[in-house]
């Protein structure tokens, strides 16, 4: 992902809500699958952790990137965006280089 469309992409997150709150008991693979299923129907998602949560949230929002096979956009303090392009119909063009 080029630079150019990580920030086409953190603009458009910027207006989204967190779905997902990680908690105290931190990554879990309810969590996972929920993230998984999410991406289904949406291409971005933003995620909280919340302050209870012991784990940094880079490293998190690396292992859910990983587990769900998706790209990680940005990491801001507690909130992180993913994203996962539609194989069949993507909602969401990213511009060229």
């Given at each position: 992902?080029?630079?150019?469309?990580r920030?086409?992409?953190?603009?458009?997150?910027?207006?989204?809500?967190?779905?997902?709150?990680?908690?105290?008991?931190?990554?879990?693979?309810?969590?996972?699958?929920?993230?998984?299923?999410?991406?289904?129907?949406?291409?971005?998602?933003?995620?909280?952790?919340?302050?209870?949560?012991?784990d940094?949230?880079?490293?998190?929002?690396?292992?859910?990137?990983?587990?769900?096979?998706?790209?990680?956009?940005?990491?801001?303090?507690?909130?992180?965006?993913?994203?996962?392009?539609?194989?069949?119909?993507?909602?969401?063009?990213?511009?060229?280089?």
């Amino acid at each position: 992902m080029t630079s150019k469309q990580r920030a086409y992409l953190k603009s458009l997150a910027s207006s989204l809500t967190p779905v997902f709150q990680v908690g105290k008991s931190s990554l879990t693979p309810e969590l996972t699958e929920a993230v998984r299923e999410y991406f289904n129907r949406n291409e971005l998602i933003k995620i909280a952790v919340l302050k209870n949560c012991a784990d940094d949230p880079r490293e998190i929002a690396e292992m859910v990137a990983e587990r769900t096979k998706s790209q990680l956009v940005q990491v801001i303090g507690k909130k992180f965006v993913l994203y996962k392009p539609d194989r069949d119909k993507p909602r969401i063009v990213l511009p060229r280089d």
